[in-house]
């Protein structure tokens, strides 16, 4: 079964250059950051390792590139060549060779006058990696990914995040014992910030994903 697919948000800048080949031009930012704690996510953060795009750019993962998702607003594929995808030290950066439709002048214009400011990318987890922020806060690490597309965005709303608060919710049942309700008169010990680190593998790492295999995942274990 194919693993359901999940987007976050980048607000960094979107940069909208000339191209040498002439047409509308060539539009890029960072659709993810690595090692940067998101935003509350509902009981925990998350962040990207460096490595969690390598087997999708390794494996030439066919990748769109869509304004907000969007089907109808295709702007590029790494299939055509017209979408490049490349990862340095401060995340998973695209480039896209806008199309002369009415979805790449569009986005010509919108970027032109700085209304485009976030970036975004759609993928479905492979692995993840569940430990604590130094605060003591619930840290889910995406190990890797299979990345589906990249996207220029218009709002900050694209933020799905019921997959990994499902993941959330099966990782802290699995730390909860049943009869780890404190007895009366006693105090609940609080975790130790740091200490436990879960990683799942979620689906094998491999294109395309299976349709028909069952999978297991790993057993958690602790580091």
């Known amino acids: 079964m194919e693993r359901e697919l999940e987007i976050r948000t980048e607000a960094r800048a979107v940069e909208l250059r000339a191209s040498e080949s002439g047409g509308l031009g060539i539009l890029s930012g960072y659709a993810a950051v690595f090692n940067r704690h998101s935003q509350n996510l509902g009981g925990f953060v998350e962040q990207v390792d460096p490595a969690a795009f390598n087997k999708s750019l ?14 109808a607003m295709l702007l590029g594929t790494t299939w055509a060549g017209t979408l490049r995808l490349s990862v340095d030290g401060t995340g998973l950066r695209y480039e896209v060779d806008l199309p002369d439709t009415s979805a790449g002048r569009d986005f010509r214009e919108l970027a032109a006058r700085g209304d485009i400011k976030w970036s975004s990318f759609a993928f479905r987890t492979i692995e993840d990696e569940w430990g604590q922020t130094e605060q003591g806060f619930d840290l889910r690490t995406l190990k890797a990914v299979q990345l589906v597309d990249v996207a220029p965005v218009n709002s900050p709303a694209y933020l799905d995040t019921s997959v990994a608060v499902r993941s959330f919710e099966a990782v802290k049942a699995a730390d ?15 975790p130790t910030p740091g200490a436990t680190t879960r990683r799942r593998a979620l689906l094998p790492l491999s294109y395309p994903p299976s349709g028909s295999a069952q999978r297991t995942p790993k057993s958690p274990t602790a580091s």
């Open 58 to 71: 390794a494996d030439g993962v066919p990748v769109m590139a869509r304004g907000n998702h969007d089907d």
């Open 176 to 190: 909860t014992p049943p009869d780890s309700t404190p007895e009366e008169g006693q105090r609940a010990t609080p």
